[in-house]
């Protein structure tokens, strides 16, 4: 595995995505960076990490079979591999609130970021961009945000958490094959957050509705029961869970 370390750069996944037009890459190539000046969220966000305290990294995933018939499938992956991680170092009450962020209690801790890159329709390979807040205490600007030393009380040393990621990033790319996509999509359904529970959401013309989630269809949609109990598949863009 190729780690290439930065102390500032506008964003780790731009960083790859460049090394990947060079050629110059291979599986699993890592790019990480002390300091973001563009760090880019969903849904074209910024992502803001003070210097030196977070870990904002970048992970290259060639084309594998799994994400090319299925791209949701590595959203749950990365989840699951992240969720497990964190699980493992104790931050409490973890979940994943769909379609990838992980949160501690109703406090979001990490963000990602999967860009893929195209050729002809195949997916030739992915990029999975980590934003996890690790040792910053104050957030600004963010509301609902936390970190692993406000909910640990301690501080973390960064390479060996990177460490940690990344291990379990490469064994749960290896478990997956063997589990096959029917177990992973059931392990990601029992960590979802406010699955089955009464919950408020809003759709893309502002509009508020009552409804529980019931797990994510095989196109990575959230499936929403509505108050009648009439279930509806909803993209991306076209829903946001109020918490
Ligand atoms: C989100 O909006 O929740 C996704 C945030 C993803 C942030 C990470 S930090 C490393 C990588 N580089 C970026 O510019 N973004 C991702």
Redesign the pocket.
């Known amino acids: 595995m190729q780690i290439i370390k930065l102390d500032a750069t ?5 960083y790859l995505k460049g090394l990947i037009t060079s050629n110059d890459s291979r599986d699993f190539t890592v790019v990480v ?1 002390k300091n ?1 000046l ?6 074209g ?1 910024q ?1 803001i ?1 003070e210097e030196g305290k977070n ?4 992970v290259l995933k060639e084309n594998n079979d799994l994400s090319s018939d299925n791209p949701f499938l590595l959203n749950i992956i990365v989840s699951l591999a992240i969720f497990n991680c964190l699980n493992n170092l104790q931050v409490p009450d973890l979940k994943v609130k769909w379609p ?2 992980i949160l501690s209690g109703t406090s ?1 801790i ?4 999967i860009e893929n890159i195209i050729s002809g329709n195949k997916i030739r390979a992915s990029i999975i ?3 996890l807040n690790v040792n910053q205490t104050v957030f600004h600007t963010i509301s609902n945000a936390s970190s692993m030393k406000l909910l640990l009380g301690k501080t973390f040393d960064l390479d060996e958490l990177l460490r940690a990621l990344l291990k379990s990033l490469e064994s749960t790319f290896q478990d997956a094959q063997k589990m096959g996509s029917e177990k992973l999509w059931k392990a990601y359904g029992e960590i979802l957050f406010r699955k089955d529970k009464p919950s408020t959401f809003q759709d893309s013309n502002g509009k508020k509705f009552m409804g529980f989630i019931r797990g994510v269809s095989a196109e990575g949609k959230l499936i929403i029961a509505l108050e009648d109990n009439v279930k509806k598949e909803f993209g991306f863009k076209e829903v946001t869970l109020l918490y």
Do not use: H
């Open positions: 506008d964003s780790t996944n731009a960076a973001q563009k760090g880019r969220g969903q849904m966000t992502w990490s870990l904002t990294f970048s990838n962020d979001k990490c963000g990602i970021l961009g980590i934003g």
